[in-house]
């Protein structure tokens, strides 16, 4: 297995950031196999979903309203609602996995891999890109 890890700044704001083009020059020259995709992160997550057209802020917006930032959170250090930072990857896992086929990604038309953190306190993240060849 060939693994890579990459730091990821996400500022202070929640974001989503588009691992996409990082994913694929990954693995663009390893053939056929399996690209697991890890945020090694108690407070973030990864999507497939649709960027630029909105999703991405659409989902951000709709996860400030599931994980409100105040002090309803048993979880209290940190920025107000850091408690529901750690909630996320209950709903927005922090693995997924891609099928590769010939060193592309089989992503559909209009998906993207997106790192997903709303952690105000925490400005840079690791991801951990794993390849699982065919062979």
Avoid: C, Y
């Amino acid at each position: 297995m060939l693994t890579k890890v990459v730091s990821i700044p996400t500022g202070n704001l929640p974001t989503a950031v588009d691992l996409t083009s990082e994913a694929l020059s990954f693995v663009s020259e390893l053939g056929d196999g399996l690209l697991s995709v890890f945020v090694p992160h108690a407070t973030a997550g990864l999507a497939v979903i649709e960027t630029g057209a909105g999703s991405d802020n659409d989902l951000l917006a709709h996860l400030e309203t599931l994980f409100p930032r105040d002090d309803r959170w048993s979880h209290r250090h940190g920025a107000p609602g850091h408690g529901g930072d750690h909630v996320l990857p209950g709903l927005v896992s922090p693995s997924l996995t891609v099928p590769v086929i010939g060193g592309h990604l089989t992503l559909g038309t209009w998906q993207s891999i997106v790192l997903i953190d709303t952690n105000v306190d925490n400005p840079i993240r690791q991801v951990r890109f794993s390849f699982l060849g065919s062979n």
